[in-house]
């Protein structure tokens, strides 16, 4: 299952992306794809050619997640009960 994220980092503004999978207990860094600001704008550090992002733990004060819902979860009830 994807999982939409928003990694708050200690150096700067937050990020956001999607992650495949949350990481492991053990895990040092964390693998974002899509990676841009909040704005959904680009990371003006980052290149645009760029698909994956490593961030390190080391770096990250929090990450808020959010499960990403494909269509067929969604259900839309009609009528009355």
């Known amino acids: 299952m994807d999982y939409h994220v ?4 200690a ?6 992306g999607v992650i495949d999978e949350l990481p492991a ?3 040092t860094f964390i ?3 899509n990676a841009s600001q909040r704005s959904s704008r680009d990371l003006d550090w980052l290149d645009a050619r760029t698909k994956l992002l490593l961030i390190s733990f080391a770096y990250i004060v929090n990450v808020e997640i959010s499960p ?5 979860d969604i259900v839309t009830k ?3 009960n």
Do not use: C
């Open 25 to 27: 207990p053990n895990a």
């Open 6 to 9: 928003v990694v708050h980092m």
């Open 68 to 72: 990403i819902r494909g269509g067929d």
């Open 31 to 33: 693998t974002l794809k």
């Open 78 to 80: 009609h009528g009355r």
């Open 11 to 16: 150096s700067g503004d937050p990020v956001e």
